[in-house]
């Protein structure tokens, strides 16, 4: 199997992980992928209700199935936002009994064409962090990036 291009890291009995990524974009582009809704829909794959790209800004993702049936809603605050460098977020699924979790945001320019992007995402126990590693979650987040790279280019 080809190894993913976008590494989760996590350690046994911590409530955290890390997600690490680097992209043959800059790192401005990048940053634009994950603060304006309309990129943000095309590689996420999600309807983006609200964001506004600023402290203390909210956001709104959902998703809805073909009859229109929304089967993921996700909201949060955004805190700490820096342009092209960082932002941390408070990350809501709704419906789903799992507790709002913190993500932190660090954007780094490796060089004009190439960035990287660490993302670290606190949960509020070990349990939950278990049990969403069970999903396919590293498959998930790593087909979401390459999608972003091939849309951003």
Do not use: C
Request: hydrophobic share 40%; no cysteine; glycine share 6%.
């Amino acid at each position: 199997m080809m190894e993913l291009k976008t590494k989760v890291i996590a350690a046994n009995g911590k409530q955290e992980l890390t997600i690490e990524r680097e992209f043959d974009l800059p790192v401005d582009l990048v940053f634009k992928a994950h603060t304006e809704p309309e990129l943000i829909e095309q590689w996420m794959g999600n309807k983006v209700l609200k964001f506004e790209a600023k402290n203390h800004g909210g956001w709104i993702f959902e998703t809805k199935n073909p009859d229109g049936i929304v089967v993921f809603r996700a909201n949060g605050v955004l805190h700490d936002f820096v342009l092209n460098e960082r932002f941390t977020r408070t990350f809501e699924m709704e419906n789903t009994g799992f507790a709002t979790q913190l993500e932190f945001f660090e954007f780094q320019k490796l060089s004009e064409k190439k960035s990287k992007l660490t993302m670290h995402i606190i949960y509020k126990s070990v349990e939950q962090r278990d049990q969403i590693l069970k999903m396919p979650f590293a498959q998930g987040i790593n087909s979401a990036h390459n999608r972003l790279e091939e849309i951003v280019r």
